[in-house]
């Protein structure tokens, strides 16, 4: 399974930009979808996870509220809507496929992992 994330670039503070990430090569219907952000110095956090179904969303604490995790199958496609950026938003975006159908917060679950897309806000 090949990941490519899309999306990313300079947003001012309180913009709200969509990452993308399309899958080729698997069955995109099956997997958990997730997405994680690394920024520099830090560890990968979780942003947000949503079930093979579609009907289990799970977010971090820290884009509650904010951010929302969406799919569409038709286009081998999880989206990421971004709202009210914050500069501590700041970060290299990865997508990733968990193969067992979870939205798993953990990144040690995933086994598919997209290049990443850098998002940087600017106060």
């Known amino acids: 399974v090949q990941l490519q994330a899309s999306g990313g670039g300079l947003v001012q503070a309180g913009g709200s930009p969509r990452l993308s990430c399309v899958a080729s090569g698997g069955t995109f219907s099956k997997y958990g979808m997730g997405w994680f952000r690394q920024a520099p110095g830090k560890e990968r956090e979780f942003v947000a996870g949503m079930h093979w179904d579609a009907y289990s969303t799970y977010y971090g604490d820290s884009v509650k509220g904010r951010f929302t995790i969406s799919r569409d199958n038709a286009k081998n496609t999880v989206y990421l809507q971004m709202n009210s950026l914050k500069p501590e938003d700041t970060a290299v975006y990865y997508c990733?496929?968990?193969?067992?159908?979870?939205?798993?917060?953990?990144?040690?679950?995933?086994?598919?992992w997209g290049q990443g897309t850098l998002v940087t806000v600017s106060s």
């Open positions: 990733a496929a968990h193969h067992y159908g979870s939205g798993s917060s953990r990144p040690t679950d995933y086994r598919y």
